[in-house]
């Protein structure tokens, strides 16, 4: 089923002058890569097209990186980066990306204290501090205070085995920006934890990009994360992403592939805050074994361009995957969700609830939610609700929800409401004596509270929140009230 939008069970392609489009997908092409011997340098790639080729620096390849980088490196000989042209990119103009001079980041930017203090996160039993994609152990907190047998930090000091599943999810899953990400990237950042082992708290990533000062200038970064939950273990992942300084421009092109095994627990929160004008590419690759749970709450609230590529695989029987997205469009910027979950094995589970704002007629929102059930996979249970809030005329959003359903024994659901507020729940208010400016703000709060109250973690929900309240005064209602 292919719908733009359903409101009260019917399906329409425009309300109240707001635009709200429908349009089709093909999978991530596929890119197949062959192990190369490690080296000091990566061989040089003259690739063909001319963005990556003034893009993509010889930078200096640990030996622990140099398969990726040379795979990655092969793969984009012949990479075109995508347009408008392509299905996965139709809603998605990355031309003003395009059009940056980018050049990768300067290493040892200096990261203020202050900084530091105003991002922390209580209860975290690590904070591992990922400054333009090479971790700084210096700014970093309670590495050493981890259980036994648990390793965190850069991939050459990694289990072997958890060594061997770099890149085997991204080479075969990945898009075009999973692909760049191996070409630039300095560092991974590596997570295992050992069989039946639980952390009492999260481990709390903070990701912060140095950015470029000039008007047509980014600076790049390539940050990225493998996390290995090894059989009955248990973990929270908590990413951040920002500015490290105010006003500068960057991409951010970011991949964490993770695995669960049998009876693995992770919860995964990811919020990106990027600095205004910036660019935010992630790929999140998750590969699950039977009766692992996964659960991820995103919010995405910053940048100029930001786009998510989830890709998760039910591996195993009697497994279940949680998702919640909160999505905030505000002048001038482009928030885009593009997920893939497949259910190959009986008894899975799987949730997904997107939420998205949009606060501006420039302001574009888009979702593309892949659900896949096989034919092996009989009595799964499977929703997927897509819910999107257009604050203003002319501000535009383009979902697409997807169920595809091959079993014959199953229990699954999907559904997508665009709106405004409702005049009944304005009402609401009004009767009580608030005016009418603060009963929109209220309402528009709680519509993402439902995703982003998910974290749990008061401190984090608090930095979301602000962004939000700023970002909303963009809108037409709220700053003529400001």
């Known amino acids: 089923m292919q719908a733009s939008a359903s409101i009260g069970g019917s399906c ?41 080729a003034r893009t993509v620096k010889e930078v200096a390849t640990p030996s622990s990186l140099a398969t990726l980088r040379e795979q990655s490196k092969s793969a984009l000989a012949t990479l075109r980066m995508p347009s408008t042209r392509n299905e996965e990119y139709r809603f998605t103009d990355i031309t003003p990306l395009l059009r940056t001079n980018v050049q990768p980041a300067a290493a040892g930017a200096a990261v203020p204290a202050e900084l530091l203090s105003a991002h922390e996160l209580p209860g975290a039993v690590a904070r591992l501090v990922v400054v333009d994609g090479v971790l700084r152990p210096e700014l970093s907190t309670g590495l050493s205070g981890l259980p036994a047998g648990t390793y ?25 920006f999973a692909v760049l990400n191996g070409s630039l990237v300095p560092e991974v950042l590596t997570v ?11 481990l709390f990533v903070l990701h912060l990009a140095s950015g470029a000062a000039g008007a047509d200038e980014a600076s790049a970064n390539a940050p990225r994360l493998l996390l290995h939950a090894a059989s009955g273990s248990s973990c929270e992942l908590v990413e951040e992403y920002v500015s490290l300084t105010p006003g500068r421009r960057y991409l951010t092109a970011a991949v964490g592939e993770l695995f669960l095994e049998a009876d693995a627990q992770v919860q995964h929160s990811y919020v990106q805050r990027e600095g205004e004008g910036s660019f935010h590419f992630k790929s999140t690759l998750v590969h699950q074994a039977e009766r692992s749970k996964y659960g991820l709450v995103e919010a995405s609230v910053g940048g100029a361009l930001a786009r998510h590529d989830l890709v998760i695989q039910q591996g195993g029987p009697e497994t279940h995957t949680e998702m919640g997205h909160f999505l ?40 593309d939610g892949n659900v896949k059930v096989n034919r092996l996979a ?7 609700l897509s819910r999107n809030l257009l604050l203003v005329p002319l501000a535009t959003v383009n979902v697409k929800p997807n169920l595809q359903i091959i079993a ?30 603060s009963a929109r703000q209220a309402l528009v ?38």
């Open 328 to 367: 905030l469009c505000g002048p001038s910027q482009t928030h885009d969700l593009h997920s893939r979950l497949t259910l190959d094995h009986p008894n899975g589970t799987a949730n997904q609830l997107h939420k998205c704002i949009v606060s501006h007629s420039s302001g574009r929102g888009v979702f």
């Open 192 to 202: 295992a934890v050992p069989a039946d082992k639980q952390l009492d708290g999260p």
């Open 12 to 52: 329409r392609t425009q309300l109240a002058g707001k635009r709200v489009v429908s349009g089709n997908r093909y999978p991530n092409a596929r890119v197949a890569l062959k192990p190369v011997k490690s080296g000091a340098v990566a061989s040089a790639v003259v690739a063909e097209d001319k963005w990556l």
């Open 152 to 176: 965190v930090g850069p991939l050459a000091g990694a289990p072997e085995a958890v060594k061997q599943k770099l890149g085997s999810l991204s080479n075969s899953r990945g898009g075009p």
């Open 378 to 384: 009989q009595k799964t249970d499977a929703g997927q």
């Open 408 to 437: 014959d024994d199953v229990k699954c659901t999907h559904g997508c409401a665009v709106s405004d507020l409702r005049d009944d729940e304005l009402f609401y208010f009004r009767a009580r004596g608030i005016s009418a400016e």
């Open 445 to 482: 709060f709680s519509f993402g509270a439902e995703v982003v109250q998910r974290m749990g973690h008061a401190a984090l929900q608090k930095r979301v929140q602000a962004d939000v309240s700023r970002t909303l005064l963009s809108a037409e209602p709220f700053a003529a009230s400001a």
